[in-house]
């Protein structure tokens, strides 16, 4: 009969996730001192470093998504539904700061790496493809195509601006305000054509 589990592995993801959004050099033997358990606790657990930061970045990218989707889901216009979008980085670090700053600041295959358990790699192209759908949803709903090109656009707004402004300040009122702004303004200026075949 295997031993029970005394060891919380929530918390273990929740001091994770602090200590990479502080720093990516995380190790076994950090982040077992920082959490309290033995080292063997981890590799137990999640089979090794690099999984166990999978999981953290899982975790949060997960619920930042579903909060995403709830603004957007609540948006009263296209166009909010994308400024929401935009600002859920802000939301999010309001709700758990750690996990904002550490979607932000780091890039997950820099975090753990190409070698993980197929079912954990599965699971992060899950939600690399939730973003997608949203991205081609918020086009669709602004301009009635999900292409390239409009999804392109989409993408600027909800991903690259929100990238660059709250690069120092994720709370900050009036980057908020610039930041939605900015989203407006790119709207304003629809995506370039298809070209016809």
Same mark, same amino acid.
């Given at each position: 009969?295997?031993?029970?589990?005394?060891?919380?592995?929530?918390?273990?993801?929740?001091?994770?996730?602090?200590?990479?959004?502080?720093?990516?050099?995380?190790?076994?033997?950090?982040?077992? &001192? /920082? @959490?309290?358990? #033995?080292?063997?606790?981890?590799?137990?657990?999640?089979?090794?470093?690099?999984? *166990? !930061? %999978?999981?953290?970045?899982?975790?949060?990218?997960?619920?930042?998504?579903?909060?995403?989707?709830?603004?957007?889901?609540?948006?009263?216009?296209?166009?909010?539904?994308?400024? &929401? /979008? @935009?600002?859920? #980085?802000?939301?999010?670090?309001?709700?758990?700061?750690?996990?904002?700053?550490? *979607? !932000? %600041?780091?890039?997950?295959?820099?975090?753990?790496?190409?070698?993980?358990?197929e079912e954990?790699?599965?699971?992060?192209?899950?939600?690399?493809?939730?973003?997608?759908?949203?991205?081609?949803?918020?086009?669709?709903?602004?301009?009635?195509?999900?292409?390239?090109?409009?999804?392109?656009?989409?993408?600027?707004?909800?991903?690259?601006?929100?990238?660059?402004?709250?690069?120092?300040?994720l709370t900050?009122?009036?980057?908020?305000?610039?930041?939605?702004?900015?989203?407006?303004?790119?709207?304003?200026?629809?995506?370039?054509?298809?070209?016809?075949?």
């Open positions: 009969m295997p031993r029970p589990r005394v060891h919380d592995l929530d918390a273990l993801l929740d001091v994770a996730e602090r200590l990479v959004a502080s720093s990516t050099d995380v190790t076994v033997r950090g982040l077992a &001192a /920082a @959490a309290g358990v #033995p080292n063997g606790t981890i590799y137990h657990a999640f089979g090794s470093l690099s999984a *166990l !930061l %999978a999981q953290v970045w899982l975790r949060a990218a997960t619920a930042f998504l579903d909060l995403q989707t709830a603004l957007v889901d609540q948006a009263a216009s296209p166009v909010e539904a994308v400024v &929401a /979008a @935009a600002d859920t #980085p802000a939301v999010f670090a309001s709700l758990r700061p750690d996990g904002a700053r550490m *979607l !932000l %600041a780091v890039k997950g295959d820099r975090l753990f790496g190409p070698e993980l358990p954990l790699a599965d699971a992060l192209h899950a939600v690399d493809k939730r973003l997608v759908a949203l991205l081609v949803r918020l086009a669709r709903q602004l301009w009635d195509r999900g292409d390239g090109l409009a999804v392109e656009v989409i993408t600027t707004c909800v991903v690259d601006l929100p990238t660059a402004f709250f690069r120092r300040d900050d009122p009036l980057v908020r305000e610039r930041l939605a702004a900015a989203v407006r303004a790119v709207l304003t200026v629809p995506p370039r054509e298809k070209d016809r075949p």
